[in-house]
């Protein structure tokens, strides 16, 4: 069963490696993807943007036909079941709308919109068109993650305390070498900002993962207030490049018996602005009563409460522990695949065999408002609790 995918924005970093290369070529070179009556489901993408010649060189390397520059001619064509996105977040709402008007599916990268009110209005509308929706959430799907929800969902931590994560790593300003994100990310008119950009991410992490976000307290910074762009131009960075904030969690253990209801506390940094000294770019360490674990992009290590030791503090010895290797590695269950791939896949199934998919518009229409809140916390220098956001009658899960 062939499915046609309109692919935009696949000149860009996200669209190129993580969605066209290592998603839908992998799952072409794979025979597709098995249905449950065993047909197998064939992606046939066009590549469409603003560049004929680059888009003939990418489709070339991977086998691919079919390349467009003109949009609309491609919505137009009843072939193509899918549309999907990863051009700049700023461009998003425009190119989702008209997708959705031409009554395509659509699959797209986060931030869903730039504000809450744009992201709603998105997922309504493609309910009304009855369109199936889903957005980007590859952190789920990544095994470090993986294996740290399989311990919550064990009870291994028993009644979770804290979460803390670190993400980060230092961008270069684009002065003596080049910049490893793309400039508009430090151009608030343009869409940038870690805030809008990692609390989507965020969001949706510690809601499957832990529980609820009820509140958000941010600080942001632009610590570096210039930059140079792709072409060699200094210009202001109006974003924020740091975000140093404080959630609250409904868990899922209920009443904690701490005075503290049950609720989780999570600190976590998101930083273009540090130097890494940890096992990874991500790092999410869970402190629970009955054990630890720490969790970067692909391991997990635990430490049980019958393996914590007993460290006295005492600066005038030296420290006769090693921290680090009375942790123990979580096993891979399976080898395991690209975290874009695969909810690819189950986006795939859901769209041709109505299998449920979790990850719609409503989902990323509550990444949008933690990074909004997070924002309004900031400049408002306090804590603001995160209201429940309206879902779709037909949305799923
Ligand atoms: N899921 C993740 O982990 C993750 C990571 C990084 C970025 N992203 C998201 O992916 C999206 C793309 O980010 P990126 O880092 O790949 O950016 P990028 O700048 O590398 O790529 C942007 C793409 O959009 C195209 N584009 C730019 N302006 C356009 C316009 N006006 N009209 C049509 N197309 C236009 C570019 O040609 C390019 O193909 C962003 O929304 C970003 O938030 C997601």
Known sequence: MR??????????????????????VAIREQGGVRLAGGERLLPDPILVGRSEERLREIAGAHGIERVSTDLDSCLANAADAIYFDATLTSARVDHVRRAIAAGKHIYCEKPLAPTTAEALDLARAAER???????????????????????????FFG???????????WVFEGDDQPAQRPSWNYRKEDGGGIILDMFAHWRYLLDHTFGG?????????????????EDGRRYTATADDAAYATFVLKGPQGGGGGGD????????????????????????????????????????????RAATPRPVWNPDEPNPFDFYRQWEEVRDAAEPDNA??????????????????VHDFFEGAKGVQL???????????????????????????
């Open 3 to 24: 499915i046609g995918i309109i692919m935009n924005g696949v000149t860009g970093r996200m669209g190129l490696n993580q969605h066209l290369v290592r998603s839908i």
């Open 129 to 155: 068109a009855k369109v199936k929706h889903g957005v980007v959430q590859d952190k789920l799907f990544l095994p470090g993650i993986r294996k740290l929800k399989q311990l919550v969902d064990d009870g």
């Open 159 to 169: 009644r979770i305390l804290s979460v803390r994560g670190e993400f980060g790593y």
């Open 213 to 229: 976000v009820t509140a958000v307290h941010c600080t942001g910074a632009t610590h570096i207030p210039t930059r140079v762009d």
């Open 261 to 304: 209801g049950g609720d989780i506390i999570v600190q976590f940094n998101s930083l273009w602005t540090v130097r890494v000294y940890r096992d990874d770019l991500l790092q999410i360490q869970v402190d629970g009563t009955l054990g630890s674990a720490v969790a970067g992009l692909r391991t997990c290590k635990t430490q049980s």
């Open 340 to 357: 874009f791939k695969v909810q690819w896949e189950l986006f795939l199934r859901h769209v041709a065999a109505d299998e449920p998919f």
């Open 371 to 397: 990074a909004e809140l997070g924002l309004k916390s900031w400049a408002e220098r306090r804590w603001i609790d995160v209201p429940p956001l309206p879902k779709g009658e037909g949305a799923r899960g």
